[in-house]
């Protein structure tokens, strides 16, 4: 069904999908980077050495962790600000902006002022999104979603942090305005596998051109 869905006037050169950690971000990008004949831009959270350490003892290795994604993830969007990269399109997992939400979500006050000089020095360079798709669902989802996927250092990620987490990224994109919007419930549809779910949320993507939107669809069943 993917290959016949029928594209708008103009389709975000640089489009972003972000939420949460097992709501689903990276499966979406896959598929709509697919979809659009884009480039796939993810975050390379595998490629942390000290990820597995920071859902063991968040407070020992948040600083380092957070370091790393930092200058990761600047290195990643850098080469989007060239001109000749804006004749092709992206799709990422990530959002720059975010990197310092969970900063303050994890660091210490001395360690999130010394987070916030570097983080100053690398956002200058680096051109914002021109759409960002906000996935949400509820805690318990989140925690079934990742306990399926079976990555074992997240099976260290409790209840109480992914509430923290999900909290933060409310208050996060309550306030974001630097390119249109599109907040989806993610709860109860599968944006994987189900092509009548994944054609509802591309006529939302479509239809965005400004501002804000928001997409509570129910599952459909094929």
Do not use: C
Not at 110 to 119: R, S, V
């Amino acid at each position: 069904m993917t290959g016949n869905l029928q594209e708008p006037p103009r389709v975000p050169r640089h489009l972003v999908v972000e939420g949460p950690i097992g709501v689903g971000k990276t499966t979406l990008a896959r598929r709509l980077a697919q979809s659009l004949g884009s480039q796939l831009l993810l975050e390379g959270a595998d490629e942390n050495p000290f990820l597995e350490r920071f859902y063991q003892s968040p407070r020992d290795a948040a600083f380092p962790t957070q370091m790393y994604f930092l200058i990761q993830r600047a290195e990643q969007l850098r080469g989007l600000r060239q001109g000749d990269l804006f004749e092709e399109r992206h799709v990422a997992d990530f959002l720059f902006e975010k990197d310092r939400m969970f900063a303050e979500l994890t660091l210490r006050p001395p360690e999130l002022a010394l987070y916030d000089k570097i983080y100053q020095e690398l956002a200058v360079e680096l051109a914002p999104p021109d759409m960002v798709i906000y996935l949400q669902a509820p805690v318990d989802v989140l925690m079934e979603r990742i306990r399926r996927r079976g990555i074992a250092h997240e099976q260290a990620i409790t209840a109480d942090y992914l509430q923290r987490l999900s909290d933060a990224y409310v208050n996060f994109f309550y306030h974001y305005d630097a390119a249109p919007l599109l907040i989806v419930n993610a709860t109860a549809i599968d944006l994987a596998d189900n092509d009548a779910d994944y054609a509802q949320l591309l006529e939302r993507v479509w239809d965005l051109q400004s501002g804000r939107r928001y997409f509570n669809p129910a599952p459909i069943d094929l």
